[in-house]
T-cell receptor, first 116, second 113 residues
Framework: AQSVTQLGSHVSVSEGALVLLRCNYSSSVPPYLFWYVQYPNQGLQLLLK??????LVKGINDFEAEFKKSETSFHLTKPSAHMSDAAEYFCAVSAAGGGSNYKLTFGKGTLLTVNP | DADVTQTPRNRITKTGKRIMLECSQT?????MYWYRQDPGLGLQLIYY???????NKGEISDGYSVSRQAQAKFSLSLESAIPNQTALYFC????????????FGDGTRLSIL
């Protein structure tokens, strides 16, 4: 079984401040990990993914995430928040290991507010 | 044009009505999914299909049914809608590899009065 916990349902930062959104996962096999962003009235868009090639993953719009196996974490960061980053962010885990019945499990989401 | 298209984008209907939400994709993916999103609950999987002849229940399939009319089309039906099915519904596709992302439509906002 696999699960995702996003710490903090709502994070508020000032424009220009560091963004840190936390994600911890549980998986019985080596995981693949994803961060998605959802802007108002839109579907989910992929920000970045971890697929075991490198532990520090860079995504779109200057977001990055670091896979830490010892901490079972995949936190999302951005050095300087922009107003346009205001959105809901979802962490998701997909179990590796072969077979056709892999499942993508989502966290409950973190709403990011950026204050001027 | 969007890779994954959902229709309608918004729907308001009454309790007991039959509703169909439609999804079409141009990505050529075999796998398609229907999710439900409720505030604070993330996304919950309703049904998924690996190909036209392979349809599977997800976590919350009760009260829903699906039809995979073609590789590119996957529809979700509520046979007799009830108010607690008011939610945002998403269709997604994937190529089947676990290290590849799912691709989402823009969603259908469904309100049942």
């Amino acid at each position: 079984a696999q699960s995702v916990t996003q710490l903090g349902s709502h994070v508020s930062v000032s424009e220009g401040a560091l963004v840190l959104l936390r994600c911890n996962y549980s998986s019985s096999v080596p995981p693949y990990l994803f961060w998605y962003v959802q802007y108002p009235n839109q579907g989910l868009q992929l920000l970045l993914k971890y697929t075991s090639a490198a532990t520090l993953v860079k995504g779109i719009n200057d977001f990055e995430a670091e896979f830490k196996k010892s901490e079972t974490s995949f936190h999302l960061t951005k050095p300087s928040a922009h107003m346009s980053d205001a959105a809901e962010y979802f962490c998701a885990v997909s179990a590796a290991g072969g077979g056709s019945n892999y499942k993508l499990t989502f966290g409950k989401g973190t709403l990011l507010t950026v204050n001027p | 044009d969007a890779d994954v298209t959902q229709t309608p984008r918004n729907r308001i209907t009454k309790t007991g009505k039959r509703i169909m939400l439609e999804c079409s994709q141009t990505k050529g993916h075999d796998r398609m999914y229907w999710y439900r999103q409720d505030p604070g609950l993330g996304l919950q999987l309703i049904y998924y299909s690996f190909d036209v002849k392979d349809i599977n229940k997800g976590e919350i399939s009760d009260g829903y049914s699906v039809s995979r009319q073609a590789q590119a089309k996957f529809s979700l039906s509520l046979e007799s809608a009830i108010p607690n099915q008011t939610a945002l519904y998403f269709c997604a596709t994937s190529d089947g590899r676990p290290n590849q992302p799912q691709h989402f439509g823009d969603g259908t906002r469904l309100s049942i009065l």
